[in-house]
């Protein structure tokens, strides 16, 4: 049945008939729906019955929780009441000891000797952990060993011939596709909710280790540890995070790749630690206004904003301005790649990078060293100033002594005010300019003379680049002359 009917000037039977050939067509698409003719929604029920059973319920007693499972109560004006929170509580500045109180996370078993994968901050700080799985039977679990970087954690519970579950490749997963996930929100035990991939390798604030899954799938406070499904039934992530103002789901929910996940676990149940490695430099997002300044083909990679003294990077010859394209076989597209691919790399391995210089394209080689808490911490006028600025919107002095010593430069000049082009770029009063970029070379500042020069040279409406010291760290900052 065809339902493109109608036209215009109906007498008022021409009009009934019309009106009853369109609730036919309603009818028709109806049954043709019911008749399975149309694309219909996923069934998830055989995915959940042949996998939950492979889904845990974990209870930790920990010291200093709050209130058994939830959230932390905090205020609207508190700082992290609109940020990234974990599902469980955390600990208050007095921890005690309470058996009573319990908080719950889900995991799900990754062999059938009973190792178990989860959450780090689940069981963070647990005194005891005990692990339900569907046919009621409790245990007692041990911790093998938890990554806080990554939020993965292995547990292991004393029984054999468990149901595992099927690891599958995030790296398949495609934006748009349905993904299911089973946990114990709030302590129900084994629900089930659906959504679809709504992004991928998203970084999060203080996350730079891992490329999550973003999905709308409904996740909340217990759901901390549980698998995320494809529709085949395998793993494809970690539910770990979700983006909230009220600690409830609110449509963003964040997952860890299975495959990061397998990798820190491989490490955990062989060394009880993870090893990371590490090459001593901050990097920044390259913008198509740095790529047009660093005389770079395209925006891609990470730019080096500061090189820690003696790290592997500085050994290895790498330099401020440089930008890193490729790290051991790796494409670095985004800045945010790079601490991923870096953190990968075996400590005391010799890979090769491909990065821009003066816009030539160059390999180097690096050993690659180790991540560590405590060591990866990145290296942080007797001339008048100029009577007005200049079409940069600057007016800059030479630094004294005492502000080399307190800044730790050699170099560079004092911005002594700030209008126009550098007000909107967010220059400010106090800033130390190291640097200009122009044609790809960068060019040390020492004198307010050689400022004025490079400066008279800039056109209006070019984009220069420079190298700015603040506070403890550097960062390149890109403005339009004459803007």
């Known amino acids: 049945m065809r339902c493109d009917g109608g036209g215009a000037g109906m007498s008022l039977g021409r009009l009934l008939r019309a009106l009853a050939f369109a609730l036919s067509c309603v009818f028709a698409s109806s049954a043709a729906w019911a008749a399975g003719s149309l694309i219909a929604l996923p069934d998830f029920t055989q995915l959940v019955q042949r996998h939950g059973a492979a889904v845990v319920n974990i209870s930790a007693a920990q010291a200093g929780k709050g209130v058994g499972p939830g959230f932390p109560q905090l205020a609207p004006d508190d700082p992290m009441f609109d940020f990234f929170r974990r599902f469980i509580p955390r600990k208050p500045e007095h921890p005690r000891i309470d058996p009573d109180n319990k908080s719950l996370g889900s995991g799900f078993i990754v062999s059938a000797d009973g190792y178990i994968l989860t959450n780090a901050h689940v069981i963070d700080g647990a005194e005891e952990i005990i692990v339900r799985l569907i046919d009621k039977r409790e245990f007692r679990a041990r911790v093998v060993g938890a990554d806080a970087r990554s939020d993965v954690a292995l547990i292991k519970i004393d029984a054999t011939d468990l149901p595992r579950l099927a690891i599958g490749d995030p790296d398949k997963l495609q934006v748009g596709e349905w993904v299911v996930a089973i946990g114990s929100p709030f302590g129900f035990d084994h629900s089930v909710t659906a959504g679809i991939v709504s992004a991928k390798g998203r970084s999060l604030p203080d996350e730079n280790f891992v490329p999550f899954i973003q999905t709308d799938v409904a996740i909340n406070p217990g759901n901390s540890g549980g698998p995320l499904f494809n529709l085949r039934g395998e793993v494809v992530g970690i539910n770990s995070q979700i983006y909230s103002q009220t600690g409830g789901f609110m449509g963003l929910s964040f997952a860890i790749p299975i495959n990061l996940a397998m990798e820190i676990q491989g490490q955990l149940k062989s060394s009880g630690r993870v090893q990371r490695g590490r090459i001593g430099v901050a990097i920044q997002e390259v913008t198509r206004a740095l790529a047009e300044t660093f005389a770079l083909p395209r925006a891609e ?48 391995s010799q890979v090769s990078l491909s990065l821009y210089r003066a816009g030539a394209l160059r390999e180097i080689n690096i050993v690659v060293g180790e991540w560590t808490d405590e060591g990866s911490s990145r290296s942080r006028r007797s001339e008048r100033a100029q009577p007005a ?16 010593r307190e800044r730790n430069v050699e170099h560079g000049l004092v911005i002594e005010r700030v209008q126009g082009a550098a007000a909107r770029a967010d220059l400010q009063v106090g800033d130390i300019v190291l640097a200009i970029v122009s044609g790809g070379r960068q060019i040390a500042l020492k004198s307010v003379d050689a400022f004025a020069r490079q400066a008279a040279e800039v056109k209006d409406g070019q984009l220069v680049t420079l190298l700015v010291h603040r506070g403890s760290g550097t960062s390149y900052v890109t403005l339009r002359a004459g803007d």
Do not use: C, Y
């Not at 600025?389 to 502000?403: E, V």
């Open 389 to 404: 600025p200049n079409k940069l919107g600057l007016a800059l002095s030479l630094p004294t002594p005492a502000q080399k």
């Open 301 to 348: 990679g990470a730019l080096v904003s500061a090189v820690e003294p003696g790290g592997p990077a500085a050994k290895a010859g790498i330099e401020q301005g440089d930008v890193i394209v490729r790290f051991a076989g790796k494409a670095v597209e985004e800045s945010s790649d790079l601490p991923r691919i870096v953190s990968t790399s075996l400590p005391g």
